[in-house]
């Protein structure tokens, strides 16, 4: 099993930046998918972005080329850098595992695709 924390967020204005984390125990994330999605209260879940040693960085069109993905050597912990921010972007962002290992296909961007989740870190942005 795989217990997942995030944490990071925080209130910045429209422009800012914040670092993301997601610290897995129980078992490394490598050779696992690992995705973010982020949820604002009235919206449903979204896919942000997934990254896997097998398969490389993705990133939904509303974030690609302003959020990063990233890792520590040991795969224990995984980022995801938010650059230039908007107010748009104010969501509870969580990261999610998938239940086993694998070393090959495509991550998917489908929530019910992972059985790990975070409890999620709060991010707001004011213009």
């Known amino acids: 099993e795989v217990q997942l924390v995030e944490s990071g967020g925080g209130s910045v204005q429209a422009g800012g930046s914040l670092r993301l984390s997601c610290a897995a125990t129980g078992q490394t994330l490598r050779h696992r998918c690992v995705a973010w999605f982020r949820q604002d209260r009235w919206k449903q879940r979204e896919w942000v972005a997934t990254?896997?040693?097998?398969?490389?960085?993705r990133y939904a069109d509303s974030v690609r080329d302003r959020f990063t993905v990233s890792q520590d050597n040991a795969d224990n912990i995984h980022y995801l850098h938010v650059n230039s921010l908007t107010p748009e972007d104010t969501a509870m962002y969580y990261c999610a595992t998938t239940y086993s290992a694998a070393s090959a296909g495509s991550c998917s961007r489908l929530p019910g695709d992972y059985i790990y989740w975070g409890q999620g870190t709060q991010v707001t942005v004011s213009s």
């Open positions: 990254s896997a040693s097998f398969d490389p960085a």
